[in-house]
């Protein structure tokens, strides 16, 4: 059967062109295979289950029982006087929700080159997925893109649909070909964060210190289970969180498939839910102690010298160790106590109006392996002016203006003297994928690489002119110099313990304070204050890393929040576009947000000394989340005092806690209210 692509200059007007199945199932294979984060972690694009498990510190085979048949917590005293906790977090996936959706321009050439423009972060996969379907060789294919409008991992793959039937449209009519999805359709052809159901098994002795901990994740990949395959991995390889476990620590998880559009990589992926999930168990223990929930996370915090179950030495000489200042110092910073006894009073004083404060640390592990960049740097010898370029994608993140940071540091010249250019294949080729948060520091660590070649180069003429950069340019052009320089980085692993898991050379970290306030009757919630304090190492433009941070904060609120992705009995999701769905918009930014980065620590192992930003600070919003469930608690205090039924101690409530969830946990009725 024949799929028909329709290209208009109007809507009234439409040539067709047509494709065959095969020709689409070409356009669509490469959807099949394993991401860059799967990729980066060795994870094969078949994979079912991932896990890991250690017993006393010691790797031993993960055990292949399945989910629990009861999914409700329970509590179970064992004879040496410990406690074992069980409890199942139900978490909902989540939507990219990029400000563009997918687009291709396609143009052909006089010689029948083809080039794609489109939104991507992977240009070589791109290239060579065009290839394959237009039967091309890789130099009749370019690729080539400015910026995109947002991916968080939404482009890695899954805009090959609109780039191959952009080009494959231009191919067949011989015209310029442009595609851009309409935003429901956008989000009803692919999937989005991976929906989890996670089982949990702790257990604790009395005063709250955490001995053995198993966690099972059930992830929905959808109809396509290869993007998918490396968010469950990374879910599993980050889920130890910031606490140390002295006996059998076991994370293991199972890939679902479903009916449901294909599922892929959304910022953070996996290992937002995996993170949040320790601190849900942290707070487990601390309800059925009786105990403050900072207390179980101080008392369960790594120390410097201990391994975590993947391998990894904290406080190593590149893995540096700082949650425990950072922790201390926001304590201080964010006046926790004062608050938190603030907070107590004015839930004593309100029925139907609770406020909640948590605070929540992270520890995100970062490896270099799986990246590669290229960089081309050209001189103009006129002016000694200078275009560069590389093969990471400009996203959002900032890359482009780390990069061009970077070259001026090196060579240094005016910052105005140079000009990223696009990434593009013809012009700079074999290139990884964007993703993962490392790629700007690679991208900027391949710059400095050329700028080491072309200073070799100028060295002399620098000396001979007194140091004048456009004179020394000028006169090595006129000698004939190669004033072209190219460069390209692999990064290598620094991790010195040989049977690390993970491959992480180190760990952005960080820790955040939510303040919030909730109507027990609507469910609304406003976010009151926030204070975030990351460690970044030396941080490659703490303008745009700080941006970084508030951008993942904020979208990770609205995964804990209001991102309901709701589908009917046949799958397909009901709540498509801005009216339906509900990312986060102007009001459920925090009232006070207060961001700061670690001073004096710079990361021994990263470049230039830094450390990446894109996706560690996104667990943080789990603070949130816990700050809701803590207002909750005041509601289901005062409503056990009214009825004389017992709802205090600890309650599963599932992700996204939307308005109707907290409503409906505050327990709120209408027969305490009469007129």
């Not at 089982?199 to 901990?213: A, E, F, K, Q």
């Not at 922790?327 to 964010?334: D, E, G, I, R, V």
């Not at 989340?625 to 909750?632: E, F, P, Q, T």
């Not at 599963?652 to 505050?666: F, M, R």
Request: hydrophobic fraction near 35%; glycine fraction near 10%; include cysteine.
């Amino acid at each position: 059967k024949a799929v028909t692509l329709r290209v208009s200059e109007a809507e009234e007007e439409a040539p067709e062109a047509s494709m065959t199945q095969a020709e689409l199932n070409g356009a669509l294979d490469m959807l099949r295979t394993s991401t860059i984060l799967a990729r980066r972690m060795g994870v094969p694009a078949a994979v079912k289950q991932v896990g890991v498990r250690t017993v006393n510190g010691k790797p031993a085979p993960i055990t292949t029982a399945g989910r629990a048949p009861t999914r409700t917590p329970t509590a179970t005293t064992n004879a040496d006087g410990t406690t074992t906790l069980t409890g199942t977090v139900s978490m909902g996936g989540q939507k990219h929700f990029f400000l563009e959706t997918q687009t291709a321009i396609a143009v052909l050439d006089e010689e029948d080159r083809v080039k794609v423009t489109c939104g991507h972060q992977n240009p070589t996969e791109t290239q060579t997925t065009l290839m394959s379907v237009l039967g091309l060789p890789a130099h009749k294919v370019e690729v080539a893109c400015r910026r995109v409008g947002g991916g968080y991992g939404g482009k890695l793959e899954y805009h090959l649909q609109t780039a191959t039937a952009a080009a494959i449209a231009a191919t067949k009519l011989r015209l310029p070909v442009q595609l851009h999805n309409e935003r429901v359709d956008d989000m009803a052809m692919m999937g989005g964060r991976e929906p989890m159901e996670v089982d949990y098994t702790v257990t604790c002795d009395n005063s709250g210190l955490i001995s053995d901990v198993s966690m099972l994740y059930e992830a929905d990949g959808g109809n396509d289970q290869a993007m998918s395959a490396g968010s469950l991995f990374m879910a599993t390889a980050w889920s130890d969180g910031c606490y140390y476990t002295s006996g059998e620590f076991e994370s293991k998880g199972n890939l679902i498939k479903t009916s449901k559009p294909g599922n892929s990589s959304c910022r953070a992926p996996g290992n937002l839910q995996s993170i949040s999930v320790r601190e849900i168990i942290n707070e487990h223990v601390a309800m059925h102690l009786a105990m403050d929930i900072n207390a179980v996370r101080e008392l369960n915090f790594y120390q410097e010298g201990q391994t975590t179950p993947f391998g990894d030495l904290i406080g190593s000489s590149v893995f540096n160790w700082n949650v425990p200042e950072l922790w201390s110092n926001l304590k201080q910073k964010a006046n926790y106590e004062a608050r938190r006894e603030a907070v107590a009073k004015f839930n004593a004083e309100n029925r139907y109006r609770k406020r909640g404060i948590s605070m929540s640390p992270t520890k995100y592990g970062m490896g270099g392996d799986g990246y590669q960049i290229g960089t081309l740097l050209n001189v103009y010898a006129s002016d000694g002016t200078v275009e560069v370029h590389h093969g990471g994608c400009e996203i959002g993140q900032g890359i482009n203006t780390k990069v061009a940071q970077a070259v001026a540091y090196a060579l240094g010249i005016p910052l105005e003297s140079i000009l990223v250019g696009e990434n593009n294949t013809k012009i700079n080729p074999n290139n990884g994928g964007t993703g993962g948060s490392g790629t700007s520091e690679t991208a900027v660590q391949s710059a400095l690489n050329a700028c080491a070649t072309l200073n070799a180069t100028l060295e002399p003429y620098l000396a001979a002119h007194g140091g004048d950069w456009a004179k020394a340019c000028k006169a090595a052009g006129s000698a004939g110099e190669n004033l072209s320089i190219t460069s390209f980085y692999m990064p290598s692993s620094l991790n010195p313990n040989p049977d690390s898991t993970t491959g992480f050379d180190y760990a952005t970290q960080g820790a955040a304070c939510s303040e919030v306030e909730i109507d027990c009757l609507t469910g609304e919630v406003q976010i009151l204050q926030v204070d975030l304090d990351m460690d970044l190492g030396n941080s490659l433009n703490p303008a745009v890393d700080i941006g970084q941070v508030e951008g993942g904060f904020i979208m990770a609120v609205g995964y804990f929040l209001t991102e309901e992705v709701i589908q009917n009995s046949g799958e397909a999701q009901l709540n498509l576009g801005t009216w339906n769905y509900k990312p986060p918009c102007a009001y459920d930014i925090p009232q006070v947000l207060n961001v700061s980065l670690l001073a004096g620590n710079p990361n021994p192992g990263g470049v230039l000394r830094s450390k990446a930003c894109g996706e560690p600070p996104m667990a943080l919003a789990n603070s949130v989340y816990l700050a809701v469930k803590d207002a909750i608690y005041s509601a289901r205090a005062d409503a056990s005092t009214a009825t004389g039924t017992d709802y205090t101690g600890f309650v599963q409530l599932p992700v996204p806690l939307t308005v109707q969830e907290i409503s409906k946990a505050c327990l709120a009725t209408t027969s305490p209210m009469p007129l």
